[in-house]
């Protein structure tokens, strides 16, 4: 009696199809479409060998991708055995397959109230107490006494300072009728910082730091989705120091963020904000590039005085492969301007003309206001040859 027929061997394109439903968990995409399935042979036997790229060797993700291909794949009739090979992306390749998955990850992303041609740039550091705030606050009066309208997001709760430091206080107001929040508006020059601050919502410090990630992510996204912020130029999010939570939570809210790091000249602290630049691209941000700030206090008398060290921004810089947009130096002005509501930016003390020449490097050219970068034609095409890479 002759046995019953085996099924037929399944095409290669039945199990590109079937592959599809593996998604890389951290790109969020399936890992036909990001490029990362290099391969695909189906012999008589129904004997299916897959080859997959990882984005690195070493991707701790690889046991699940792993996982996933076997159990699709071997779903479809006719498949006695499923082999995987692992391979390396290359460097072109990964960066083709990031474009494609920001691509994605941007098509996907939820609505917020920032406007699209608003230039939204999350100011970082590896830990508290470099001057991320201060840079945040005067970065943003220097870029509004151009003119500009610039929103501030003071999403770093244990350290919320912005509020004082640009001499605001209260709560936010609201607009009951249409259900959202109102930032609260400062006029600098000839421009508007909007704010909206964790210190808003909070009445004093001690309950500030009883907030866990979970709560602050709810708090980020509210500011996202449920504050009138209407038009603006820039959105400069204060981020809490360090990886974690609100980094991922805000990556995913606003995947066109891009990120500037603060460091101080201190070479040790380098290696902990190596990694926060590391984890915004691991979350597809573009890491715009670095800000030094506690650089050489210059004494009146001219001479110089490297009280955190030297060359930390630059090593940095270095490292994570990105500009050295500048050099903020030491000022007694910054402190005594912070607690008087006063950003030193504005002022003509050394550190003034330094924030002042920063916001000129960030306007011209490391990040300049999407209507000056050709928004759609270009943001359009540079998505389009993103694609084209990644499908090539
Ligand atoms: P972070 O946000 O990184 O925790 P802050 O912005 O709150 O840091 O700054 C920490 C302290 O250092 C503040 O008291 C601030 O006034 C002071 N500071 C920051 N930058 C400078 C500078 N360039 N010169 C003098 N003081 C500074």
């Not at 501030?152 to 209260?170: K, N, T």
Request: hydrophobic share 45%.
């Amino acid at each position: 009696m002759d046995d019953a027929p085996a099924a037929q061997s399944p095409s290669e394109e039945d199990v590109l199809g079937l592959l599809r439903g593996v998604i890389d968990p951290e790109l969020g995409s399936n890992i036909v479409e990001l490029g990362m399935v290099k391969g695909v042979v189906v012999d008589d036997d129904g004997r299916v060998k897959v080859t997959v790229a990882l984005t690195t060797a070493g991707c701790p993700l690889r046991a699940q991708i792993q996982r996933d291909v076997r159990t699709r794949a071997g779903s479809i009739p006719g498949v006695s055995s499923v082999e995987i090979s692992w391979t390396e992306l290359t460097q072109d390749e990964k960066a083709a397959t990031m474009a494609r998955a920001r691509f994605n990850i941007s098509q996907d992303a939820p609505e917020t109230e920032i406007p699209a041609t608003t230039k939204v740039l999350m100011v970082a550091s590896g830990k508290g107490g470099v001057g991320k705030s201060t840079v945040t606050v005067n970065l943003a009066a220097a870029l509004a006494e151009k003119g500009l309208t610039v929103g501030v997001m003071d999403a770093d709760i244990w350290g919320y300072s912005v509020p004082r430091m640009l001499g605001v206080e209260g709560r936010l107001g609201g607009s009951p009728e249409v259900g959202k929040i109102d930032p609260i508006e400062v006029p600098v020059g000839d421009g508007l910082v909007k704010i909206v601050s964790m210190g808003f919502l909070v009445d004093r410090e001690e309950t500030a730091l009883m907030w866990r990630g979970l709560m602050l992510n709810r708090a980020v996204q509210h500011f996202c989705e449920d504050v009138a912020w209407g038009s603006m130029e820039y959105l400069l999010i204060d981020m809490p120091p360090g990886t974690g939570d609100v980094q991922m939570g805000l990556a995913k809210l606003l995947p066109r963020a891009e990120m500037v790091v603060v460091t101080t000249p201190a070479l040790a602290a380098q290696k902990v904000a190596e990694r926060v630049a590391n984890m915004g691209r691991n979350n597809y941000l573009r890491v715009v590039g670095v800000i030094e700030n506690m650089s050489a206090f210059v004494a009146p008398d001219g001479e110089h005085h490297e009280l955190f060290g030297r060359g930390g921004g630059e090593a940095l810089a270095a490292d994570i492969g990105a500009p050295l947009l500048g050099s903020i130096p030491i000022d007694p002005g910054v402190s005594s301007g912070g607690d008087q509501g006063r950003p030193a930016a504005l002022g003509d003390g050394p550190a003034g003309k330094a924030f002042r020449a920063l916001a000129e490097v960030i306007f011209t050219e490391a990040a300049p206001p999407v209507d000056m970068a050709g928004c759609s034609a270009r943001m359009l095409a540079a998505a389009e040859k993103a694609l084209d890479a990644a499908e090539a």
